[in-house]
């Protein structure tokens, strides 16, 4: 406890560097208890705790944006009184900036802690592409947590049951360790010493921080002995505790009345926390007493928060409940509880129980033989997956949504049509999120989605995540060959073995295409609709990367195929990176023609502004200020616009153009500007931090 107390003192006294403690043992044997003693002297210091808890069958990628939700609920509740609020409200907005309304699904009661009235633009999260997502969600919560801190109120979170953790909470806890901004924080973790081994995330994300030059405090929390283990649990008639203390609690309750057991048995399959009136639907005209949730609060096997929510006092004394179901019985009477939940629970009910449903059923799902049942199981896991995604809980959301795909099996295409489309497309939405590549190439080269789509409006998703796959995984030559294909389909015919004839009859196209127009002309452009061109310049946008990758004498025919669609249909947010780029090609070797070069990138700097694009400010930034204007303005006015666009690119997950801005920064500042080697050496290295986060 004093090395905990240590950790804490020096995060509110001193407060230069976030702060890192772990407390591993055994299960049971105090490493909840140990931690709980420091929110007394926490609180006689003005500080603020934030709380999560791991489970083995909730949904990881959760937790984290449950315990800020309770953290701003009880703070909205807490009369600490409306400056400290407008204080924090401050440093948020600061912080995060308008971003933080994309955090408003994951974190409902921060919406109502920041007084924000306006409407959620969930557009804004879909320009965003792929694992691009998924970056900036971790991103945000680090931003997020580090503004709530400060010198008169010290921030200590803790996360129990770290085993369990996920791949997104470990990205958001290596970056909040390795944030140099973050300031009076302390971070305190639980986890299970022997479900952790050197290859277990939990180890390899621990090691990455420590490689990051940081001090992990880890504090190891040996075996309770039986007469203090006794005495805890002293309102239970035990005989002396077993080295197996699951085993030992789940002989305990197998002497219980059998109406006792059966209820232990409904609520273990509810997970760590529930209502009472899921309880009520599970049990159906089971008999487990009326007094049953009262007795088990007196036992010390629930808590309760007074109203009608419960959850388990310990994980182990779930665990132990669970064993009360004979392994071979488990998956019929999960399969039980489930249908009984969805039979009694109205649609209202459902959007709040729909977890509790999907999870008892999927885990009986293998005894379903009814073509009929499964594509009802189907239905709800896509509904479960459909409200993770919209939560960014998308680690959680493939597992629902491949399930689905599982339950629903080749022959839906014909049957259940809808619904298999719906399912392929948010499952390849997830995956694409997430950066799983080989299953969602898997899954989008399986002969299904593309042979029994019925129009080819029904293949574009399928095409769309499988070129974003090809292109993520490095497989440029075959992203261009799909890309063409599709653009074929969508009436835009490219060439792909550009000779000299086809080279100059490109160049000669765009340029007739622009005869006339000014730079305003071209900001007065009306903004484009046709869906298929639309398509058709997402599908060329990819290409863009591809060609320059692996077929350079392709790029700017891509390039100049999207400036003469935007003069023809009008512009959208890619046609800001189409005039950049084609600003870049004038500006090179082969035509030195800066001054129309600068034009098109005032153009493309212009219309990013005009529609609010600002997920492509990185990459518009890189092509503007480190390809056209170095040529035409002092390089000195270039290096703030390179650290804007590497602040943009943390922001919106796009660490590519964020390290490339962030390379134009200081080799113009090295070798342009004259800058102070030892100072560019510090500003590189705080740049590398903070991208390595």
């Known amino acids: 406890m004093s090395m905990i107390m240590h950790q804490l003192q020096s995060a509110t006294m001193l407060g230069d560097q976030p702060l890192m403690a772990l407390i591993a043992g055994y299960p049971g044997t105090g490493k909840s208890t140990l931690v709980n003693q420091i929110k007394k002297p926490l609180a006689d210091k003005n500080g603020l705790c934030i709380e999560g808890k791991f489970d083995s069958s909730a949904c990881p990628d959760k937790v984290l944006a449950s315990a800020l939700d309770s953290f701003f609920t009880d703070i909205i509740a807490s009369n600490a009184g409306e400056n400290a609020h407008m204080s924090m409200r401050w440093r948020i907005s600061d912080a995060v900036g308008s971003g933080v309304s994309c955090l408003y699904d994951s974190i409902p009661s921060l919406r109502t802690f920041m007084d924000d009235g306006t409407e959620v633009d969930r557009s804004e999260g879909r320009k965003i592409a792929g694992n691009a997502l998924d970056q900036r969600l971790k991103y945000m919560f680090c931003k997020l947590i580090s503004a709530i801190p400060c010198h008169s109120q010290p921030l200590v979170l ?37 479900e952790v081994n050197d290859s277990h995330i939990l180890s390899t994300s621990l090691n990455d921080i420590r490689e990051q030059g940081i001090n992990i405090m ?41 109406k006792m057991q059966l209820g232990l048995k409904l609520c273990a399959c509810l997970g760590p926390s529930f209502d009472a009136t899921i309880l009520e639907k599970a049990r159906k005209d089971a008999a487990i007493g009326d007094d049953f949730l009262e007795s088990c609060v ?28 004979p392994l071979q019985k488990r998956e019929k009477f999960h399969l039980l509880i489930g249908s009984r939940l969805l039979l009694s629970t109205t649609p209202s009910e459902m959007e709040r129980f729909i977890f509790h449903v999907a999870d008892n059923i999927n885990r009986g799902a293998k005894l379903l033989e009814d073509l009929e049942q499964k594509y009802e199981v189907a239905e709800l896991n896509l509904r479960a997956g459909e409200k993770l995604l919209q939560q960014q809980s998308f680690h959680s959301a493939v597992k629902y949504l491949m399930n689905g795909i599982t339950l629903v099996g080749d022959d ?16 390849s939405d997830a995956l694409c999120v997430v950066g799983d590549y080989p299953t969602l190439t898997a899954l989008a080269e399986k002969p299904l989605p593309l042979h029994y789509a019925r129009c080819f409006e029904d293949k574009l998703n399928t095409y769309r995540y499988l070129v974003r796959a090809l292109s993520s995984s490095g497989n440029n030559d075959e992203c261009i060959n799909t890309s063409v294909s599709v653009l074929s389909q969508l009436g835009e015919f490219i060439p792909t073995n550009i000779t000299q004839e086809i080279y100059f009859d490109e160049v000669a196209k765009v340029r007739q295409s622009l005869i006339g127009l000014s730079r305003q002309d071209l900001l007065s452009l009306l903004v484009m609709t046709d869906f298929n061109k639309l398509t058709a310049m997402r599908f060329l946008n990819h290409m863009l990367l591809a060609t320059y990758a692996s077929n350079p004498s392709m790029n700017p025919i891509v390039a100049f195929r999207m400036v003469r669609m935007t003069v023809e249909f009008g ?13 870049a090609w004038l500006a090179s070797s082969l035509n030195d023609d800066y001054d129309v070069a600068l034009t098109m990138g005032r153009v493309a700097s212009d219309l990013m502004k005009k ?70 050496s510090h500003s590189l290295q705080k740049h590398i931090k903070r991208g390595l986060q």
């Open 218 to 258: 880890t504090i190891k929390v040996g075996a309770i002995e039986k007469e203090s283990t006794n005495a805890l649990i002293s309102d239970i008639e035990l005989k002396e505790m077993s080295e197996d203390v699951v085993k030992h609690m789940t002989e305990h309750m197998g002497r219980l009345p059998g």
């Open 571 to 583: 512009v959208c947010s890619i046609s800001a990176i189409a005039f950049s780029c084609y600003g």
């Open 412 to 427: 839906s295409w014909g049957a259940k049509y809808s619904l298999t489309l719906r399912l392929y497309d948010a499952a």
């Open 611 to 680: 529609l609010g694009s600002v997920e492509i400010l990185p990459r518009v930034h890189a092509v503007v200020y480190g390809m056209i204007n170095i040529y035409k303005e002092p390089w000195q006015a270039s290096l703030c616009k390179h650290s804007e666009a590497f602040d943009a690119g943390l922001m919106h997950g796009d660490m590519e153009y964020a390290v490339s801005n962030i390379a134009f920064y200081h080799a113009l500042a090295l070798f342009g500007c004259g800058s102070n080697l030892q100072e560019s």
């Open 158 to 194: 803790v996360l129990d049951d770290l085993q369990w953790a996920d791949e997104m909470t470990l990205g958001v806890i290596r970056m909040l360790m390795t944030d140099p901004e973050i300031h009076h924080f302390l971070l305190l973790g639980c986890y299970r010493e022997n």
């Open 298 to 325: 007196e036992d010390g096997f629930l808590q309760t928060d007074g109203g009608s929510s419960y959850k388990w006092s310990h994980d182990q004394v779930q665990q132990a409940a669970y064993g009360l179901i």
